[in-house]
């Protein structure tokens, strides 16, 4: 019966956030205009602020909202390049661990027929049985799949609950802190488009690449 209501809550929770105009709420051009509004309340509030963000970002992450991006920079606008990464970091890990436990617990069977008849899903399940901590670890470096995404296939693997955590907490510190970073610049932002350089799509790249160095040895070792 538990199981039931929590189906039905999450996509009541959706509805609501699009009901309540959630996405121009979290649009880059509102936060924009109420950033001097924002940073003047959290200077007078900081605690309230910081766990209210905290629980904000987390939900946003476990239902996987869009506006994931535009909440990384309001963060590390109000709180700074460091807190705001550590905030983001922790933040968005319990979100995506709540959103494992709740893909493991209450869709493995239906959700894992959806992503086996993806391609792009089946490729990342498929990736998961030669080395879960590395192949998680480059997906979460590597910026090249779908934040969502890369938090809802790992549920549906052979994967265990501690991994997933290390990986997520690791694998989000570089894109957090870049994000949190050009958040205390959010003025001269003017699309989202503009936030990755070439230049940090390639470290990002390499990251990643060297996240895969262990299983790379490890098959040389085989051979």
């Known amino acids: 019966m538990r199981k039931k209501y929590l189906i039905w809550l999450l996509p009541i929770a959706v509805a609501a956030f699009f009901l309540f105009d959630g996405p121009q709420l979290l649009s880059l051009d509102n936060i924009r205009e109420h950033r001097q509004a924002l940073a003047d309340f959290t200077d007078r509030h900081y605690l309230l602020m ?24 309001l963060l590390g606008l109000l709180f ?14 319990l979100g995506a661990t709540a959103l494992f436990w709740l893909a493991r617990y209450l869709l493995s069977d239906w959700a894992e027929q959806r992503l086996r008849s993806n391609t792009l899903a089946k490729k990342l399940l498929d990736g998961f049985q030669a080395d879960a901590f590395n192949y998680l670890l480059f997906l979460r470096l590597v910026p090249a799949f779908p934040f969502w995404l890369v938090n809802l296939a790992p549920a549906f693997t052979p994967v ?20 949190a970073n050009l958040g205390q610049s959010l003025g001269s932002i003017q699309r989202l488009d503009q936030l990755l350089s070439t230049q940090t799509l390639l470290a990002f790249s390499l990251l990643g690449v060297l996240s895969l160095l262990p299983v ?3 098959y040389r070792t085989n051979d």
Request: hydrophobic share 50%; charged share 5%.
């Open 50 to 73: 910081l766990i209210a963000c905290g629980i904000g970002y987390s939900l946003s992450t476990a239902l996987s909202l869009p506006g994931g991006t535009v909440l990384s920079l």
């Open 80 to 93: 700074g390049r460091w807190m705001g990464t550590l905030l983001i970091v922790i933040s968005a890990t």
């Open 160 to 179: 265990s609950l501690r991994i997933y955590v290390m990986t997520t907490f690791i694998g989000i510190i570089p894109g957090s802190f870049v994000f």
């Open 216 to 218: 790379w040895l490890k």
